[in-house]
């Protein structure tokens, strides 16, 4: 999953970055309003965190326009500690969810995935297909009959994005999107390798190749 982060502060940026990386997703950091409204529009992220005291463009203004323009990327946005106002002028321009500010990651943690389930429309606070189920802090799946299939970074990754969208084709270059930044070098290749990791420990049945297409995570509830 895939995260715009908008932030000015550059020591907090770099902070949440890293919590967030930590926490399995691919980021990328917009230091001021125009370049977090490109970004936005862009089509690759799953969620952005929004601070709206921002540079060249505030924060609602950002909101406001990717609204304006359809857009409905989940938004949770940052605001000051007690700023009631901001919170409800946020909701107002399309905001999904707030925080205030100082606050503590593992809050945010916890406010992203919920949001992150709740577009996706998974309920109860799990992420479940069929008979697996993804325990997100520990980074490991487990199946109803009770095993635990430890996950590297990048299968964690790549099984979170599968997940949330099961039975949909996934063209290689959507996955690319959703595991590597703008910074970081990209090999295509690395799909199928890890794809193939996953079939290995979860059954080769549950993640079929559409040849051409992509690949397709399939619901195997009997
Ligand atoms: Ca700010």
Request: proline share 2%.
């Amino acid at each position: 999953m895939r995260l715009l982060l908008v932030e000015d502060e550059l020591d907090l940026a770099r902070l949440l970055r890293q919590n967030l990386e930590k926490a399995g997703y691919t980021v990328d950091v917009a230091h001021d309003g125009v370049e977090a409204e490109y970004l936005g529009n862009e089509g690759i992220y799953e969620l952005a965190i929004l601070d709206l005291g921002l540079p060249l463009r505030n924060g609602l203004d950002v909101l406001k326009n990717w609204r304006l323009k359809h857009n409905t990327l989940p938004v949770l946005v940052l605001t000051a500690r007690d700023a009631w106002y901001e919170k409800v002028d946020g909701f107002k321009a399309g905001a999904d969810d707030y925080l205030g500010k100082p606050f503590h990651t593992e809050e945010l943690l916890a406010r992203i995935s919920a949001l992150l389930h709740r577009t996706h429309q998974h309920s109860g606070g799990r992420l479940q297909v069929g008979d697996l189920r993804l325990d997100e802090d520990r980074q490991q799946v487990i199946t109803t009959m009770g095993q635990v299939h430890e996950l590297t970074g990048v299968e964690f990754k790549l099984l979170r994005f599968f997940l949330h969208h099961p039975g949909q084709v996934l063209s290689k270059s959507t996955l690319m999107e959703q595991l590597y930044d703008f910074d970081s070098d990209k090999d295509s290749n690395i799909i199928e390798v890890y794809v193939n990791h996953l079939r290995q420990k979860l059954g080769k049945h549950r993640i079929e190749t559409r040849r051409g297409q992509g690949y397709v995570f399939k619901d195997l509830t009997p």
